[in-house]
């Protein structure tokens, strides 16, 4: 396999199985390494997704870790969940002609027509002084397969939208190269321009929207997010809530 040529501020970390690029790379991280070094697997054994769901992790996708030292608030830190959304859309939209099938769903998942096709993990740890230690972003994209799962966004891959057989390599080259131009922009000018980006291309903006949480359940029109990220939502009152986390579904969407 090619390795792929990635912007001067990665390291890069190739292996051939690895428990999870994730766990890896915080095992780095806590070892000192460097902002930008960047753990690659072809396969993994214990590949994870959001609340420790699995995630399918068979030799033909990406699975990527970055160990990231941002310097500033764990909330602050948070914004690069829509950072990394947004670097893994350019992405897709080099491999794919249907570029405006391509949404960013509230947290950290991007669909082709509906589907999911990547997911996003951020794991932090914060130091004494209040600040991100360290913090390691997972990216797993579906590239030659996908699980048979159903549910209301069942799994695609590239292949499968008519993108061909796209190897890890080139993909990984093209996702380091977005993600470096997307975090450039988002050192220099903050959140807001990273969050105009990504609601030019939210999924479900404007329907109503039905969030879980733990202990609770709301529903209102999905009308952005805030300043920090978090989702905005309007009830029939017309009063707005926030919410920092949550698992979000839309009505009619299957």
């Known amino acids: 396999m090619t390795t792929p040529r990635l912007p001067d501020e990665f390291r890069l970390v190739e292996m051939d199985e690895i428990d999870s690029t994730n766990e890896e790379a915080k095992r780095l991280a806590c070892s000192g390494a460097a902002d930008g070094t960047l753990v690659w697997s072809h396969r993994q054994t214990a590949g994870r997704g959001r609340r420790g769901r699995v995630w399918t992790s068979e030799p033909g996708n990406l699975y990527a870790s970055i160990v990231l030292r941002p310097d500033c608030a764990p909330l ?12 893994v859309r350019d992405m897709l939209t080099i491999f794919l002609s249907n570029s405006d099938a391509i949404a960013c769903k509230w947290p950290n998942d991007v669909l082709i027509g509906g589907r999911k096709i990547s997911g996003i993990l951020l794991e932090s740890s914060t130091a004494g ?12 994209v579906n590239l030659r397969h996908h699980p048979d799962i159903g549910g209301r966004h069942p799994a695609t891959d590239l292949s499968a939208e008519g993108a061909g057989a796209i190897e890890a390599s080139a993909a990984l080259e093209t996702l380091a190269m977005a993600f470096a131009e997307r975090r450039g922009e988002w050192l220099q000018g903050g959140f807001e321009a990273v969050r105009n980006a990504w609601l030019k291309h939210a999924y479900g903006l404007g329907q109503t929207a039905h969030i879980k949480l733990e202990n609770a359940s709301h529903s209102g029109s999905f009308i952005g997010i805030d300043e920090s990220g978090a989702l905005r939502l309007r009830g029939d009152d017309c009063a707005e809530q926030l919410f ?3 698992e979000v579904t839309f009505e009619g969407s299957s």
């Open 129 to 140: 002084s209040g600040t991100v230690d360290w913090l390691v972003l997972g990216i797993g």
């Open 76 to 87: 602050q830190a948070a914004q690069l969940t829509f950072v990394a959304a947004l670097a």
């Open 244 to 246: 920092a986390a949550g």
